[in-house]
């Protein structure tokens, strides 16, 4: 009996043992799946190239090479050095496996790869690229490899290397539309939800559904003719606004080709060329602009949901199901998403019926060629005819050159639309009247070259306020199926504001308008601070407090008055509002909310400014003016010691100036340094007081600048 027993006992142990066993392989293979159901892409032939990197004092990368395609190579090693760590996000998205790498959130970049098609955009375009182009992609790609096959202990992915050539121009073709607000539409298309309507003119701080910058990204851009300037000097700012990390961060470089490819400016991860700055005869800033580039269509489909009605025929969906891979802690597991598609686009189903979208741009690849050219535009025709290409689909250019030139272009590549619909809303999809296949000429993009004031400027605003008044363009002059925005930002009111003096536009005049911290009252700060000031405080004195130091508030984010720190943190609430067209806050609610923070963190209301602003970043801590939609611009994050911690805003800033004789010089700064992502460098945040204190570092463009500077340097690989 008892050695039955202890038969019974021993095969329930085996059977126990059996079935751990059993979950921990099924455990593991959860683990190792992923990678191993991945087609490891086949790299180009191995190609030699000839190339220096050598670093200035701030870590600046200052690629040398014969050819274009060495500083190709260079510049994509360069850019390992300092931040493999997103490079190798940007490339997972471009092979569907941000899921595996990110987890949920990252899998949302897997099905927006499937909605643009970007891979098979990519194959399709690949051969037919200039040669040029090709050669300097692919030593690009081998330099990311070579980095790679070097550092193994840095790669996050198994079998994401070798990087193609493909996966490079995946990259453009994926990123683009979501910088003229493909996300406005799709989130609440993929949630069940209407997408807002588009692009409509708004008085200052009213609801509107005028698509604006999202997630408080915009940019700021002036250039200023010699004749306008008092001293000859013809400037450019740039100032774009990107998160200050991540995929979309500003990454710095120079670069020197045998081949006449000379260039200062700085890049996205994954962009084998710089996207802004200058060369020896000419530059350019960007800013993000919002134009009506994104159609919805309403659906008429049958009953079983198969096929929906176009010119009084059925048209069968096209449909397939993803198999999302989606890390889930250290387990990756396979998700199925269904994706659908109508002749207009992505489609998508909804409580409201089905729909269908349809953006500019879609599945073409244009804007990898467009980048490369104005890179190496040697003068304003050049430059012009190389925008004429419309790749590039949707971003404001301000444009200055070493012969004086200035201009103002609110880029985009506009549908072809018919008229007598409500482009801005739903548009009937059953009739193929609505299905633009074309789109207006380059020659339909709203322009100011040379204008008589000698100035130009954007931030993010309404193309009709780009200079002095009486010499904008004309809103009754462009087609309303254009859908051109007419949203004004507090930046531009005070860009207005500050240039409107008809005196010099000199280098300091032209500083101060830039870094310039204050606020309109014309605009929807205006608006929001009545709304604040109007509540009923009769029976709470922390509003009637909050209430009495805010009428102190001097208009500007400076730092020197005591209601700096309240009015930051109030203006913060009704920015998040406006950026995205959303209604102002209820203003009880959020003076309760600042009101809180404020007395919870520091016991009072007006705390110094300069101890709540600060730029953070690994040991370094220092303050900072500005604020939300100021000219100085700077978002925060609260942080739990009751600080302001800068994550977006100003990021990458560029001054160019040309003298009278063409000759360029310029300066730069960034929020953190060219080490983004390497703690233990001494350029993680070596940048971070000078961009606090509103102060330069050269940009040794000359390379007997960079000789005196007494740089090393090395070859790569």
């Known amino acids: 009996m008892l050695g039955c027993r202890t038969r019974e006992i021993d095969v329930a142990r085996r059977g126990w043992r059996w079935a751990g066993g059993a979950v921990a392989g099924l455990l593991l293979a959860a683990m190792l799946w992923e990678p191993l159901s991945v087609a490891q892409p086949e790299a180009a032939p191995r190609q030699s190239y000839d190339v220096t990197i050598t670093r200035d004092r701030y870590g600046v990368p200052h690629i040398v090479g014969r050819r274009d395609a060495d500083v190709g190579y260079g510049l994509a090693w360069a850019h390992a050095e300092d931040d493999f760590t997103t490079l190798q996000e940007v490339f997972a998205s471009v092979r569907g496996r941000s899921g595996a790498l990110l987890g949920p959130e990252g899998a949302k970049l897997d099905v927006a790869l499937e909605l643009t098609r970007a891979r098979a955009v990519a194959t399709r375009d690949w051969p037919k690229l200039p040669a040029d182009l090709r050669a300097l992609i692919l030593a690009y790609a081998q330099g990311l490899n070579d980095y790679a096959a070097q550092h193994p202990a840095e790669v996050r992915l198994r079998q994401l290397f070798p990087v193609t050539g493909e996966d490079v121009v995946a990259g453009f073709v994926l990123r683009s539309p979501f910088f003229f607000g493909l996300d406005r539409v799709l989130a609440p298309l993929s949630e069940g939800r209407l997408p807002p309507r588009d692009a409509e003119p708004v008085k200052p701080g009213e609801s509107s559904t005028d698509t604006r910058p999202v997630e408080m990204k915009g940019s700021n851009a002036f250039a200023v003719t010699g004749r306008r300037s008092g001293d000859g000097v013809t400037r450019l700012i740039v100032n774009s606004h990107q998160p200050w990390t991540g995929p979309v961060a500003w990454w710095e470089v120079v670069v020197h080709s045998g081949e006449g490819w000379d260039f200062a400016g700085a890049l996205f991860p994954g962009a084998p060329y710089p996207l802004l700055g200058h060369n020896r005869t000419l530059g350019w800033a960007n800013t993000v602009n919002r134009p009506d580039l994104i159609d919805v269509y309403r659906l008429t489909v049958n009953g079983a949901g198969s096929a929906y009605r176009l010119d009084g025929r059925w048209v069968a969906f096209e449909s397939k199901m993803l198999w999302l891979k989606v890390r889930f802690g250290p387990f990756v597991l396979p998700v199925p998403h269904r994706v659908k598609r109508s002749i207009h686009g992505p489609a998508f189903e909804t409580p409201q019926g089905q729909f269908a979208i349809r953006y500019a741009g ?69 009739t193929s009247k609505t299905l633009w296949t074309r789109y207006r000429p380059f020659t339909a993009v709203p322009a100011l070259i040379d204008p008589v004031p000698g100035w130009v400027a954007n931030s993010n605003n309404t193309p009709f306020v780009a200079t002095a008044a009486g010499s904008n363009l004309r809103r009754a002059d462009f087609a309303p199926e254009l859908g051109i925005e007419t949203y004004m930002t507090n930046r531009a009111w005070r860009f207005g504001e500050l240039l409107a003096d008809p005196g010099p536009i000199d280098r300091d005049r032209l500083l101060r308008t830039k870094f310039d911290k204050g606020y309109s009252r014309s605009g929807w700060a205006g608006v929001w601070m009545a709304k604040l000031l109007g509540v009923d405080a009769a029976r709470d004195g922390d509003i009637a407090a909050a209430q009495a130091l805010l009428r102190t508030w001097d208009w500007t984010l400076d730092g020197i008055g005591s209601a700096d720190s309240l009015a930051a943190l109030l203006i913060g609430e009704g920015v998040r509002k406006v950026y995205r067209g959303d209604p102002l806050p209820e203003p009880r609610a959020a003076l309760v909310d600042v009101v809180a923070f404020l007395r919870s963190n520091w016991q009072r209301l007006d705390p110094p400014y300069a101890e709540l602003a600060r730029v953070r970043r690994g040991k370094s801590d220092v303050s900072i003016s500005g604020g939300p939609d100021a000219l100085r611009a700077y978002y925060w994050r609260r942080t739990p010691d009751g600080r302001l911690a800068g994550f977006n805003g100003d990021s990458f800033i560029m001054l160019v100036e040309w003298d009278p004789d063409g000759r360029v010089r310029s300066q730069s700064v960034q929020p953190f340094g060219s080490a983004i992502e390497r703690p233990k460098s001494v350029h993680y945040a070596d940048q971070s007081r000078l961009f606090a204190a509103e102060k330069w570092k050269p940009v040794l463009f000359d390379a007997r600048d960079l000789a005196a500077q007494g740089g090393t340097p090395y070859r790569p690989g």
């Open 362 to 430: 879609q599945g073409e690849s244009g804007n990898v060629e467009q980048y490369y050219r104005l890179n190496r535009a040697r003068d304003f025709a050049e430059w012009r005819a190389a925008m004429a290409k419309q790749g590039v689909v949707a971003t404001n250019f301000v444009y200055a050159d070493a012969a004086g030139h200035i201009a103002f272009f609110y880029n985009a590549k506009f549908p072809d639309r018919a008229p007598g619909y409500d482009w801005r809303g739903i548009v009937p999809g059953d």
